[in-house]
Nanobody, 116 residues
Framework: QVQLVESGGGLVQPGGSLRLSCAAS????????MGWYRQAPGKQRELVAT???????NYADSVKGRFTISRDNAKNTVYLQMNSLNPEDTAIYYC??????????WGQGTQVTVSS
C-alpha cells in the first residue's frame, strides 16, 4: 500500500520559515518524480515544486528564491524548505509522487498558515 505522509506544517509569522517533510512508502521512491503542491481556500491546487531523482528541479514563479525542494532517496523522503513566508503562502500543502503513465499518488496534506 502506497503512503505519502507529510509533516512540518503549522503557524508561522510573516518572514518566517518552515520545513515540510514527506515520507513515502510502498513505491520505488527513486523512480518517482516527487513534488509539492498547495491549495489555498477557494483556489485550485497549484504546483509548488517538483524534483526528479536526477535532472531539472522545477519551481513555481511565486516561490523561486524562497523555497527549496530536496530529496533523500535513502530515506524515501522529500523536503520543502520554505523561507521568507508571506500570508499568500497560506494553504494546505500536498506531497505528490509521479511516474507517468501511472496515476500519481497524493498525501493527505499539511496546513501551513502564515499570519501575525
Amino acid at each position: 500500500q502506497v503512503q505519502l505522509v507529510e509533516s512540518g506544517g503549522g503557524l508561522v509569522q510573516p518572514g518566517g520559515s518552515l520545513r515540510l517533510s514527506c515520507a513515502a512508502s510502498g513505491i520505488l521512491f527513486s523512480f518517482y518524480v516527487m513534488g509539492w503542491y498547495r491549495q489555498a481556500p477557494g483556489k485550485q491546487r497549484e504546483l509548488v515544486a517538483t524534483i526528479p531523482s536526477g535532472g531539472r528541479i522545477n519551481y513555481a514563479d511565486s516561490v523561486k528564491g524562497r523555497f527549496t525542494i530536496s530529496r533523500d532517496n535513502a530515506k524515501n523522503t522529500v523536503y520543502l524548505q520554505m523561507n521568507s513566508l508571506n500570508p499568500e503562502d497560506t494553504a494546505i500543502y500536498y506531497c505528490n509522487a509521479q511516474r507517468p503513465p501511472r496515476d500519481p499518488y497524493w498525501g493527505q496534506g499539511t496546513q501551513v498558515t502564515v499570519s501575525s
